[in-house]
């Protein structure tokens, strides 16, 4: 199994609201990451856990908080977004390490914050 | 921090044509990698480069590596439909992508 699998595939909500975004994999891998993407530009790191330990925050607002329960699940908990937090939040994994370790990503979940 | 530039950031390229895209690190890079994603798609791995100076191929596909490891350049030959995408360059710094702006390719068949 080589699929990263994000839910939900679509999420609307409003600026009061709370919500969470949840990403899985079975690759073993024991490297997960956040990612945000606006239109046209490239894949923003948000948060880098490593062995279920949170190991790189970019400096991201609190008002976006990740979780990663085990080594196989990873959870981005939305609480009172502004709209210009719309895009596109991806999740990867990869093997930690110095070896090739492609990151792996699933198809994303498009956010839309009214 | 570290800063990778990439260009041209569009392509339209003739189906048959080839194209070069093209990136630049402000540092010098453990190792680069190169994703492509489709419209309305994931990033997708294509190749991880590490030794100065390294060439790899994947069919029509050529990636280098610079002297340097501060560039490296992704040459598509006989562009087909199926290149269709955006191809991003990253490179690499412990668990940390740092991803290019990424050339947008188009093709007129």
């Known amino acids: 199994d080589t699929e990263v699998t994000q839910t939900p595939k679509h999420l609307v909500m409003g600026m009061t609201n709370k919500k969470s975004l949840k990403c899985e994999q079975h690759?073993?891998?024991?490297?997960m990451y956040w990612y945000k993407q606006k239109a046209k530009k490239p894949p923003e790191l948000m948060f880098v856990?490593?062995?279920?330990?949170?190991?790189i925050n970019e400096s991201v607002p609190s008002r976006f908080s990740p979780e990663c329960p085990n080594s196989s699940l990873l959870n981005l908990h939305l609480h009172a977004l502004q709209p210009e937090d719309s895009a596109l939040y991806l999740c990867?994994?990869?093997?930690?390490?110095?070896?090739?370790?492609?990151?792996?990503f699933g198809p994303g979940t498009r956010l839309t914050v009214l | 921090g570290q800063q990778v530039m990439q260009i041209p950031q569009y392509q339209h390229v003739q189906e048959g044509e080839d194209f070069t895209t093209y990136c630049n690190s402000s540092t010098t890079l453990s190792n680069i990698q190169w994703y492509k994603q489709r419209p309305g798609g994931h990033p997708v791995f294509l190749i991880q480069l590490v030794k100065s100076g390294e060439v790899k191929k994947q069919k029509r596909l050529t990636f280098q590596f610079g002297e340097a490891k501060k560039n490296s350049s992704l040459h598509i030959t006989a562009t087909q439909t199926t290149d269709v995408g955006t191809y991003f360059c990253a490179g690499r710094n412990d668990y940390k992508l740092s991803f290019g702006a990424g050339t947008t390719v188009t093709v007129r068949a």
């Open positions: 690759m073993g891998h024991r490297a």
């Open positions: 990867a994994s990869s093997h930690p390490g110095q070896g090739i370790n492609e990151q792996f």
């Open positions: 856990y490593s062995y279920e330990k949170l190991s």
